[in-house]
């Protein structure tokens, strides 16, 4: 899938301003977000972006750019402006789409992505006749991050950690909409790499055939100071006699066991989680 990624104005443009704030440096802030997001954990995503930097590009030569490369989808990241009293979040697709063009569909997961994080009140999903959504020959999308202009909306673009929420909205959207598979190296955010609570974790201090091996292990583990008892467990349809020296809620004390007995000369001690 290629992105076409469009932070809005640049170098001799500043865009919308106010509270302190240019729109063309929120616009590349978020941007570069967005690719640093998807590039670390997507595969089958390739980026251009029509700006890595503070330079003046015309709307012209983003929308060629953005054609020639043959990009999939084109995605303009902007910054509102306009009263002091409005506020919010409002995306566009261009005015001569349908509600159930392909175009509208990607724009309604993105949208519903974006909304969930941003924490902006949601001015909702709009069409209009803009250059870049006119002359691109991809579907394209634009969203509007907050006015600038606006005290709230300010306050909350001034924050970096705002900025990336935006961004991780924006990428969990494209994600959905393209079916982007995520890197197997990332772990997906939500399962907890700790064990569910109630793990056991019991420490053997070997496991044998016989029962009698398993009794003289009981006998020889007393001798060196430690507590055990046998247990029967049957794997794959044979009997064994573990001989349990242990067992904990928590993996260190389990650890530090085997530990002490493999010191002692137990070398075949081992952990089970149950
Ligand atoms: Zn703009």
Redo the contacts with the bound molecule.
Sequence with gaps: MKLYLDP??GGQDP??QGNGLD?KDL?LDISLKIRKILQDEYEGIVIKMSRTGDTTKSLGERTSEANAWGADFFMAI???SDSRIAQGYEDYIHSSLSDSSKTAKYRDIIHAEVIKVNQLKNRGKKKANFHVLRESSMPAMLS?NGFIDNTHDAGLLKQASWLQKVAEGHVNGIAKAFNLKRKDNIPAPSPSPSPAPGTLYKVIGGSFKSKDHADERVALLHTKGFESFVHTTNISGETWYRVQAGAFSNRDNADNLINDLKKAGINDAFLIAE
């Design positions: 809005g104005h865009g919308a729109e616009t902007h910054i509102n509007e």
